[in-house]
């Protein structure tokens, strides 16, 4: 049996679902206004919002493709919106689209030069380029603007021992444990 608007107790006999055995959608008025670009600035954002709460779950889910076109959607409506930029890069960066994904970090970092999250995510990129000197930076920069952001440790522990290594193994054993001290100092949890 289909549900009609009858049964939900407005008197109307429309069947609300469709040939194809799903519901049929049924516009609110504030939805046909929206279509006509009758956006008010409040409802604007409430849309915005829900699209980066929605997005961010999608990226959640490792669904990367469906997110990146949220993101972009986001962009398009709040192209000062930090948090969509860092998705966006997130998206990039797990579809090993690793330059695009700089662009939209720069972008955040841009917007707000402490942000820590964004800060560290440019790390990570440079750290998956083998820059690790410019990761450290990063990842220092990013622990700078928030002392208590735990990614940034942890990143910057794991360069700091592969800055290590590479320092042991060209025969700067000195310098190499050094640079194992500092990691252990910056996250005494990695070492």
Request: hydrophobic fraction near 35%; aromatic fraction near 8%.
């Amino acid at each position: 049996m289909a549900w009609t608007e009858k049964d939900a107790g407005n008197g109307k006999q429309r069947d609300l679902v469709g040939e194809n055995g799903f519901l049929k959608v049924v516009q609110p008025a504030s939805a046909i206004s929206s279509s006509l670009g009758c956006i008010s600035p409040g409802q604007k954002k409430f849309e915005v919002k829900d699209n980066l709460s929605y997005a961010n779950t999608l990226r959640s889910r490792n669904k990367f493709v469906d997110a990146l076109a949220l993101y972009e959607i986001i962009l398009e409506k709040d192209c000062e919106n930090i948090e969509a930029h860092i998705g966006k890069g997130i998206c990039l960066q797990m579809q090993n689209m690793g330059r695009l994904a700089f662009e939209s970090f720069a972008e955040a970092i841009r917007l707000d030069p402490q942000n820590a999250c964004a800060l560290t995510h440019c790390g990570i990129l440079y750290k998956e380029e083998g820059r690790l000197v410019e990761a450290a930076e990063s990842y220092q920069k990013a622990l700078k603007a928030d002392p208590s952001y735990k990614p940034a440790a942890e990143c910057l522990a794991i360069v700091l021992t592969d800055l290590g290594t590479s320092l042991k193994l060209a025969g700067n054993t000195q310098e190499g444990i050094k640079k194992y001290y500092e990691a252990i100092k910056t996250d005494p949890h990695y070492a």
